[in-house]
């Protein structure tokens, strides 16, 4: 599926959507993302949905796993300890674009990032898990009934791994202003 989308080519648009993720991640509002916005992050899920220690500390993992694969240029921690939103943005970029990654790392991100959700581990993802997502990433969790509707293409009432990574790629690799999946991380800022 990644390999399908043309390279990114950082339109205004595109840029909104990842400085809507960049601020979703910013937990502190400083204008930075460090590992410890991931950690804030992962402990808001699994704050949510009541996690023992050891779900949720594969939270974490699996979060600060994601943010290693996507920072090329990563300390021993896995991440610069300082990432501008400008950084995160072209970063993005240069990722995206990358071949290795789009057909060897996207699958495994895709995957890492819907176990990051199956808190239960059943396969599916379900609202409260998809409502505690949205929380880890300071969307109101009010939002992520409209965003499940979307991603949940068949209407069952659970969102599978297909209908995730549909809405993943199209997310992160789209450019089309007009797309159903743009507000994947919730609403789009300014």
């Known amino acids: ?64 796993a994601i943010s290693r694969i996507v920072n090329a240029k990563d300390d021993e921690d896995g991440m610069e300890p300082v990432v501008t939103e400008e950084e995160y943005i072209n970063r993005r970029i240069e990722t995206f674009n990358d071949r290795h990654f789009r057909q060897e790392m996207y699958p495994v991100i895709i995957s890492a990032e819907f176990s990051t959700m199956d808190t239960n581990g059943d396969g599916l993802i379900s609202h409260e898990e998809f409502a505690a997502y949205c929380c880890s990433f300071n969307i109101p969790t009010g939002y992520s009934k409209k965003m499940f509707d979307v ?26 202003p007009n797309s159903k999946y743009n507000e ?7």
């Open 1 to 64: 599926m990644p390999f399908d989308y043309p390279l990114v080519t950082g339109t205004e648009h595109w840029r909104r959507k990842m400085r809507t993720v960049f601020r979703g991640l910013d937990s502190n509002g400083d204008g930075l993302v460090t590992k410890e916005d991931y950690v804030k992050s992962a402990q808001r899920a699994a704050q949510y949905l009541n996690l023992n220690e050891k779900q949720a500390r594969a939270q974490l993992d699996l979060r600060l």
């Open 151 to 176: 991603l949940d293409v068949n209407n069952d009432g659970v969102i599978s791994i297909e209908e995730f990574g549909q809405g993943h790629v199209d997310f992160w690799l789209g450019e089309d």
């Open 184 to 190: 994947f991380i919730g609403p789009l800022v300014d």
